[in-house]
């Protein structure tokens, strides 16, 4: 399972369309990439019904689906930064709608913290988005994804303390 | 001090002879005079060797974790305020039954710090004791079973102190500036993981760092890895963290660890109104939820 994700981030960034940003220098006004960590349940089929309603929105951001927010360790978010990622969306089921009944407000407590860990140690907190989106919300996946998007190009080329330099 | 460390040693030997522990952890003089150094104790005849005083830094709860010591089955140990925290936070994970654990209490006012200790510091003052002295709220440990009482008056703290006054420093920087401060210290570290192994919570059998399908953090000393590893072990003891100082303490290379666990410690108390090793009937913070969670950062 854990291999699987770390090459579905490694996969999600190799794409050859948009060279996967920090090593190859040339490709200036590449797009950024933004992986979104998404739970089975709510989001990945908000997204599912944002797609087959034939609604558009950023083509930056690549998902990568998971059983649920609580399986998405912080881990992950360092990972997808290590590998040249811009943004990171971790995305779930609204409060109170968890398959699981409560992994989405383990999930909530954790990244509070985890929030903090990485502004304080300087990461700019704007590349890291959260959000709840249930099944129906395919309106509310776009917005997200497009503002993200939005958001994450208009920040200034920082570097972080995980991209290789 | 001698009159703590003949009580010290009467309990430790009614301990022992009554078979009440099988083991216990305590201090004892160092080869260095103004150094103490751990020892362990089964013979009711050795109890001569505990001894206390403001040199006592480490946190012995660190043994507690270890295998060979936990097949002593009840174990008696000497342990600080700050440390016994530990202990209660080992016993709220699960980790140790308060039935096994005999808590000799000592009453603390405060450990000098070791840079100037082995310069010939013997005096506990504001001015050489650790930062965490200054801001301790449990000179009596909140949890014993046996408690050695200090016969030393506290010592006086003058105007306005500011322990860890680099991380307010850090908060009001831009996140270029902590970037960049982050990136110096990491720079420094090897990857001995001495941190890890000083810590009393750092309990896993297999660390993340160890797990090598897939190969979370890299084991090589580069920028990458050590900014993961360093930010990884803070992450997981978010929450848990006691304050004692030991990784600090340990680290080779003087990274300030404690600046960010402090930091830590400050954010989850803020969040969630918990303060890690109080309680040993309370859930550890990361291990509950309420449905009134801070949840601004949510869209």
Redesign the interface.
Known sequence: M??N??EDVQNAQGDKEYPAGGAKGEDKDKEPRIIAFVCNWCTYNGADLAGTSRMKYAENVRVIKLPCTGRID??FV??AF?KGAKGVLVSGCH??DCHYT?GN??S??????????????????NRV????ISASEGNKWVS?INEFTNKIKSLPG???????? | MEKMNDKLQNIAKKLLENKEVNLIIGFTKGSNPLRMRSVFITEPNDVSKLSFNAHCVQDLAVFLKKPEVKKFGKIGIVVKGCDEKAVNTLIQEYQLSRDNIKIIGVECRGVVKQNLADKGEDAVKQSTVYDKCLVCEVHTPLLYDELVESDEPAFEINGDIKPYAKIEE??AMS?????????KE?EKCIKCYACRQACPLCYCTRC?VEKN??Q?IETNIE??GN??WN??R??HL??RCIGCGECERACPVNIPLML?NE??AR??FE??GYKSGIDINAKP??GT???N???E???
Do not use: C
């Not at chain 1, 920082?158 to 991209?163: L, M, T």
């Open positions: 854990e291999n994700i770390v912080p881990l360092v990972e290590k409060p109170g409560s407000y383990h909530r407590r954790k990244y509070t913290a985890f929030r903090d860990l990485l502004s304080y140690l300087g990461v700019d907190i988005e959260f959000s709840w997200v920082s570097s972080d303390i995980f991209s290789k330099k | 850090l908060d996140v270029e500036d902590r970037n960049m401060f982050w990136q990491f993340i399908t897939p979370w920028e990458t900014a993961q930010m990884i803070a992450y978010s929450g960010v930091k830590m954010d989850v969040k969630f913070v990361f939820f309420d449905a969670d801070f949840n950062f949510i869209k």
